[in-house]
């Protein structure tokens, strides 16, 4: 397939990264079925959307005509085979959890058209294994942004042992024609390149807290102003959601071995259910400190 093959473009999960990539993708001018399981879910995917284009708008990155013109290229949906049965080109973002993945692989196949490109949005698992439920291994490949999609320039594009070297191709082309940097993942490991870097430091940080080495504060402090992050490490992890970095920390655990040990700390808080932005409270409290994100 060619990038001008590509003219409808699935999203698959309207969660912080579903959502982020329909934006981008509706942005750059493609036709967009943005998909979830609930009508509930859908809806806050879309609403989230029509917050970050008007933040777009009012800060003059784009017009409030080509933001209008975005948010009607995106169709909310709830029916899979709807979502996919016209797809050119398929993004799944659904949580990160090799089973949920896999059972929607298994449906995807039944109705997307034969010529469609599968591409994962996985932080970590391996492209290879998901690649494998469907009838089409050599169309299959990562594609993985960075949250917040529609400000992160990088993506990275991730080979699985069976992709086409022209689907990877294809899929750079794609990345570039929504704004962004493609960087070419050429080993399917745990975590890629940037997630095998950036989780650890993540819990690494949840370990001096737990130890009682130092507070979430001094760490975000040290992290931000010294080492000079753009956010500090916790805030980092509520940023992209706690649960996102705990399940590619489990996965990372599993496969590379004890260095990659969950901390405690990022277990409690998914165990609460303050996972961070998205829940309104996590490392901090996006509730009742004034953050200026939508609930
Ligand atoms: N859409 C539109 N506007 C948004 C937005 C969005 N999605 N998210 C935040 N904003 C707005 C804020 O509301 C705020 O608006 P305000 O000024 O009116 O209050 C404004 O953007 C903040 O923008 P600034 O340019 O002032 O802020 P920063 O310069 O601090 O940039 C940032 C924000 C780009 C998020 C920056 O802090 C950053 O780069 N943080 C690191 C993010 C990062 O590393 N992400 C990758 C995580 S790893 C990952 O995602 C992989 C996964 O697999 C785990």
């Known amino acids: 397939m060619e990038l001008e093959d590509i003219n409808s473009i699935t999203v698959l999960g309207a969660g912080n990264m579903g959502h982020g990539i329909a934006e981008v993708a509706a942005l ?8 979830d399981i609930k009508e509930e879910f859908v809806q806050n995917g879309y609403d989230q959307i029509e917050w970050s284009l008007g933040k777009l708008a009012e800060k003059d990155q784009l017009s409030e005509a080509e933001a209008d013109a975005a948010l009607e ?8 085979e709807e979502a996919v049965s016209d797809a050119d080109f398929v993004i799944e973002a659904v949580p990160e959890k090799m089973d949920i993945k896999k059972d929607v692989y298994s449906e995807m196949e039944e109705h997307a058209p034969d010529h469609a490109i599968f ?46 070297d022209s689907v990877l191709d294809v899929t750079e082309e794609l990345a570039e024609e929504m704004g962004k940097t493609p960087v070419r993942v050429r080993k399917d490991s745990p975590g890629f390149i940037v997630n095998r870097v950036l989780v650890p430091l993540m819990n690494e940080a949840a370990w ?6 130092a507070t979430v504060e001094e760490v975000d402090s040290a992290t931000k102003f010294d080492i000079g992050l753009p956010m500090g490490s916790f805030e980092l992890a509520d940023q992209v959601g706690i649960d996102v970095g705990y399940h590619v920390l489990e996965y990372m655990h599993e496969v590379l071995g004890d260095a990659y040990e969950p901390c405690p700390l990022l277990a409690e808080k998914v165990e609460e259910g303050n996972l961070g932005k998205k829940t309104g409270e996590g490392f901090y409290d996006y509730e009742n400190g004034g953050v200026d994100v939508p609930t």
């Open 73 to 80: 290229r995106i169709t909310p949906l709830v029916d899979f």
């Open 28 to 35: 750059a001018g493609y036709d967009v079925n943005l998909r």
């Open 208 to 213: 001096i807290v737990e130890s009682g080495d």
């Open 119 to 164: 591409a994962t949005n996985t932080s970590s698992l391996s492209i290879t294994e998901l690649s494998e439920v469907t009838n089409r291994p050599e169309q299959f490949c990562g594609m993985h942004f960075f949250n917040p999609p529609v400000r992160m320039q990088l993506v990275e594009v991730i080979t699985g042992a069976h992709t086409d």
